[in-house]
DNA sequence: GTCTATATAGAGATAGAC
DNA sequence: GTCTATCTCTATATAGAC
């Protein structure tokens, strides 16, 4: 029994898997109206037509896609929540998150949805409502780790707790974007640590 | 002498500044790489091939066109600097520059460099080169507000100008981005409003 | 300057053999 | 599951008439 499934899961979902890497890869990269089946062919070694046999519309790939990467985002916001560290260094861990993003590889992928975000209106409902889902969880999330270090004494700062967490999250969503093209990983490690001072009590 | 230039401005001009309007129209709501001649054809009235007589590549048109949006910005920049007006004045005016790109329209519009900084991986040379100019000019022309700001205590934050500058940079360029996708100008004026609480005195 | 017509390449997608 | 072959549509771009 799990012999027979873990056959199951490497002959159906390893190439499948290889094509959603090379995909978020690229769209990480170039955007997704830059991205086409003959990249991923391409990169996978595999023809055209049978990507289309895992993913048969570009926009059934781009929402299975949105669906693992979401999931696997906020897996990490989990731990970072669940961790007994303090609000300081639970943001600081949050703020990891984007640095690594620019850091790996060749250093020129900024957040999956931060690039969707520019073409959002080229997009189709459901890849728009998971796009705006990650929006909503990243700053309710900012907000708790901002509420409890208000309460603990770890931040300091005017006005509320969700209107910072907005800030927060769409400041590291454009200095990803900036960063990537002009100044890469010092630029976003300079601006984490700015922010950390502003809200620092 | 004046009669003939006029003339011939109008003939050359004109259509040739329609096609810029259109084309910076399309970037701005769907990127570069989603806006193509025949989007640009039906919404100034003329043919593909027309466009190509002023614009001989898509290349040619976004270099023209971002030359152009550029020298526009900087003018704006410029008077916010010569204004008499207080440093605070002059970063909500200054603010005010990307409100107003999000409110006028359909409300679906964000910054022209701030969306082909998503793209910038799909771009020539020429045209990376003058996004990355535009990053550095509004750095620059914030850091100046924010220095002087802090000589006539306007201003009081931790860390140094130009970080704060790249900082202020990043929020505006992400939160337009992002409020055109959600929460609208209600976003984007709140961003704004506890921008200027974190540094005011 | 603007047009029609066309060249060429690439996109997403389907049918059907193996 | 992966292939070849093909379809349809759209992209950028050019040639040449008016």
Known sequence: MPASK???????????????????????????????YADISKAVGIRKASIHYYFPS?????????????????????????SPESPKVKLNNYFGLFEET???GEQDKACLCGILTAELKTLSTPIVERVTKFYRHNEEYLEQILQS??????FAFAGNPQTMARLIFSLM?????????????????????????????
Chains 1, 2 share one sequence.
């Open 6 to 36: 873990s056959t199951r899961m490497e002959s159906t979902t390893n190439t499948r898997s290889q094509i959603l890497d090379i995909a978020q890869d690229l769209i990480q990269r170039n955007g997704v109206n830059a991205m086409s």
């Open 58 to 82: 570009k926009e059934d790939l781009v929402i299975d896609l949105l669906d693992r990467y979401n999931e696997q985002f906020y897996c990490l916001l989990d731990e970072i929540m669940a």
């Open 102 to 104: 620019l850091s790996s």
């Open 149 to 154: 270090g208000l309460e603990t004494g770890d």
């Open 173 to 201: 969503e454009g200095d990803l974007l900036i960063a990537r093209a002009d100044g890469g990983v010092a630029r976003i490690q300079s601006t984490i640590q700015q922010m950390m001072a502003l809200i620092k009590s």
